[in-house]
């Protein structure tokens, strides 16, 4: 860790006990945080963004095996680790034993694949159903929890019809207006996509009806990069995100590929959205659009190449050939409410592939 992410790590836990302080709430080290699918990219980073303000966390995980993978990775936060077993978040009930005696919860469990055989059944309802089941179990089993955090994603801002869009800036007043019909027969992007939105205004729509004693906030961000943090114990087995960065510095692709999504965050700067927008009172019922900006697959191939050890192994632009003008993205909203600032696109590429290689001396290619 450099002695700036040191430095702000420190005066973003004593802001956190302050204003804990403040709102008369209790200290970090006094409540325990539920955070769904703790094995996951996104959930390693949100499970170290709360342990290192010395939140207890409970994570839910499928096995008693995967809980012993999430130990490893985070074993100097072992006295503040606990887990639950949900084998299933879309059955009714997978999450009443799990909530029980929790201050807050964070709920990032949800399919993030584009593959799939039935876009109904392997991504639109689970992502709903996971989503109304969490809310679901904390309305029934525990009327002390006043946050929950959800990590939705830009997929439920974009307009994918509009295209590149250029001229127009993405905020949190977006949504995308895709309709299930559209998503049960498109393809598996669209799908994946239509998945992240609905589960999103299901939430907002559960607590508008069911009035429980808590409020929401959603995380949306775009491509997450940056370094890992959970388990991994086969190359072939990586997250979505590190595998898109994997795959352009490990020879296996040849030319630099077209930008789909051309906004980025850092997966570190998202763990902290989480935390911010739980501890923030101004955050209930609010949506955060976390990104570092514009990206292209250009530019993330121009930075990896700096790296000496896969330099040659990268692929490069045609001499004169130039990006087309895409849409803008705007994280104003989370700057000012949620005092974020956010890790530059460099940094996070950087640190992705140092992480990647580090991860391939462990398990061998």
Known sequence: MSAVQAAKDLAATATSSITNLVNGAKLPQNQTILISGA????????????????????????????????KQTHSKYLKQLSFAIVKDVAVPGAF??????????????SPFVMDVEDNERDLLNPAVKGTTEILKAIKKNNPIVKRVVITSSFAALVDLS???????????ADWNPVTWDEAKTGPGGVAYCASKVFAEKA????VEKEKPNFTISTICPPMIYGPIAQSVTDLSRLNTSAADIYRLFNGTTKEVPATEFPAYADVRDVGEAHVRAYESVGAAQQR??????????????EIIREVPEVKEKVPQAAPG???????????AKATKELGMTFIPLRQCIIDTVHSLLKVEQSVGK
């Open 39 to 70: 094995s996951g990219f996104v959930a390693a980073h949100v499970l170290n963004s709360f342990l290192q303000r010395g939140y207890n966390v409970r994570g839910t995980v499928r096995s008693e095996a995967t809980a012993e993978k999430v």
């Open 96 to 109: 009443d034993e799990a909530v029980k005696d929790v201050d807050g919860v964070v709920h990032t469990a």
């Open 162 to 172: 509009q295209g590149t869009r250029v001229g127009y800036t993405y905020t949190e």
């Open 203 to 206: 939430a907002y729509e559960f």
């Open 288 to 301: 955060y659009f976390i990104t570092g900006g514009n990206m292209s697959y250009r530019e993330i191939c």
């Open 321 to 331: 050939s130039k990006e087309p003008e895409v849409y803008k993205v705007s994280n």
